[in-house]
């Protein structure tokens, strides 16, 4: 798939905004704090329906102005449909073929998109909320109907925290409910956990061998799901939900002297391991960014094998990031089969055979022009 047109008004540094794009390589060039990672944003929101870099949409909006709008003309299986969002400062809309989509999981998963960015080389060595969100993320653009259990799941965990903290303060308050609130959580929790281990599985399927390749052959990846109750991608779902209940029933007088919910998807974490090492923990630089590198690769793949067509790569400023191999690797990997947009300050540095048939476009203070 790829993205032919995108518009946009009042986005960040962009008032307004259209451009056509070359459906293999384009490159946004520009010095520091011009618009050129606003402008990979404004792709990601478009697929995504918010940004990578915030959760707060209203940052979004240009100052002083009332509504940001995103359109873009999407090609995928050789057919042509428009998608358009909206971030007001009371709410978004998001619209697919004109028609506006109740739920936001209708509308995810229409435009595939994977970014690659210098803080996604944190994926192996950053906090476990990264690495929750990455596998989320990916869950949900290939099946959408994941991110109505993750937004069921917050909800009811939101409602078990409050009770919880109400419990601390008086332990007469209402013990029934909190039996209803762990049922329900619980139910989501199951479903998570259950998408997240057959998401892993076909991870391992690309993610492997990738990394074998991009380390020569020297470096076996292998990747873990650290669970914060005991369960197994053996299990079938009936033992899981009752490891679940075990597990609550344990922990109950500790999450009531807490005040929080202590166990669940929202605590579990990626472990990745190469030759049998943890790679957060003793792995070199290098190691770690070929882990993040593999996988990042890996998505493209596996996007490809459950949609049937390759997803828009973003690659944010990263490739100077990258050492010549793992660039050439990456560049050769996705040439010819992937839409890409690479931004960069300078493109000394990336001369690469892939980018010499690329679109280049000139970023300057919100206002882009393309190279002739
Ligand atoms: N809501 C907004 N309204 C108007 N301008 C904004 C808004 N949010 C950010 N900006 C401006 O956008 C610019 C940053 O653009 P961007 O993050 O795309 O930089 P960049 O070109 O990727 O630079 P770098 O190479 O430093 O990452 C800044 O000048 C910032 O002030």
Aim: proline share 2%; hydrophobic share 35%.
């Amino acid at each position: 798939m790829y993205i032919h047109e995108l518009s946009m008004r009042s986005y960040r540094n962009y008032d307004q905004l259209s451009l056509t794009f070359d459906d293999k390589i384009n490159v946004i060039i520009g010095e520091n704090a011009q618009g050129k990672t606003n402008l990979m944003e404004a792709i990601y929101a478009l697929a995504f329906t918010r940004s990578h870099r915030t959760p707060r949409d209203k940052e979004l909006i240009q100052w002083d102005e009332e509504y940001a709008k995103i359109k873009g003309s999407i090609f995928k299986r050789n057919r042509r449909f428009p998608l358009e969002i909206i971030f007001s400062k009371k709410g978004k809309k998001a619209k697919l073929n004109h028609i506006e989509q109740k739920r936001l999981s209708d509308y995810i998963g229409a435009l595939n998109v994977v970014m690659f960015a210098p803080e996604d080389l944190n994926l192996v060595k950053g906090s476990p909320q990264v690495r929750r969100r990455f596998i989320d993320m990916e869950i949900g653009q290939i099946q959408p109907r994941y991110i109505y259990h993750l937004g069921q799941f917050q909800k009811v965990l939101k409602q078990r925290n409050h009770l919880l903290k109400e419990l601390q303060r008086k332990p007469s308050a209402d013990r029934t409910m909190l039996q209803v609130l762990t049922d329900q959580l619980i139910e989501h929790a199951v479903t998570i956990v259950e998408r997240r281990f057959k998401f892993l599985h076909l991870l391992r399927t690309w993610a492997v061998p990738i990394h074998e390749g991009i380390s020569r052959q020297l470096e076996s990846l292998e990747i873990a799901y650290d669970a914060s109750v005991q369960v197994s991608e053996e299990m079938d779902l009936e033992t899981i939900k009752i490891n679940f209940e075990k597990k609550f029933q344990d922990i109950e007088a500790k999450e009531i002297e807490r005040g929080t919910t202590l166990a669940g998807p929202h605590r579990d974490d990626l472990v990745f391991y190469v030759n049998g090492k943890d790679v957060q923990t003793f792995g070199s630089q290098g190691q770690q960014r070929t882990t993040a590198l593999s996988l990042k690769l890996a998505e493209i793949e596996l996007i490809h094998s459950e949609v049937g067509e390759y997803p828009i790569l973003l690659l944010d400023d990263v490739l100077s990031e990258l050492d010549d191999y793992r660039q050439s690797h990456l560049l050769h990997t996705i040439q010819g089969k992937v839409q890409t947009f690479v931004s960069t300050t300078s493109i000394d540095g990336i001369e690469h055979e892939a980018l010499k048939e690329a679109e280049i476009f000139h970023v300057s203070a919100g206002t882009i022009e393309v190279q002739k």
